[in-house]
């Protein structure tokens, strides 16, 4: 499943040292209580711009990765962990 394949990516990269928060299963990236951050839960990855504005990057059960999707989120954020996942997302799916 693709986010098991992110989450296991993202958790075992050193780059994201320091800007990961685990919560059980859950992964932010770079904080949940900062924004924007990407959420990865058990089964969807979110990308979340303010606590009210969140995109599915990858839909609830879906093995897909929504691609204009995180090709918007790659676009809107400066932050450079977020933008290393939104590039190993389009690269691999």
């Known amino acids: 499943m693709a986010v098991d394949q992110i989450r296991d990516w993202a958790t075992g990269n050193n780059f ?52 204009s999707r995180v090709t918007n989120a790659l676009q809107d954020s400066q932050e450079p962990h977020i933008i290393q996942v939104c590039r190993y997302m389009t690269s691999q799916f």
């Open 16 to 67: 994201f040292d320091g800007n990961i928060v685990k919560q059980g299963k859950d992964v932010f990236i770079p904080d949940q209580n900062r924004y924007p951050h990407i959420h990865i839960s058990t089964n969807f990855i979110t990308y979340s711009k303010t606590p009210t504005n969140h995109m599915y990057l990858v839909e609830t059960g879906s093995e897909s990765v929504n691609k």
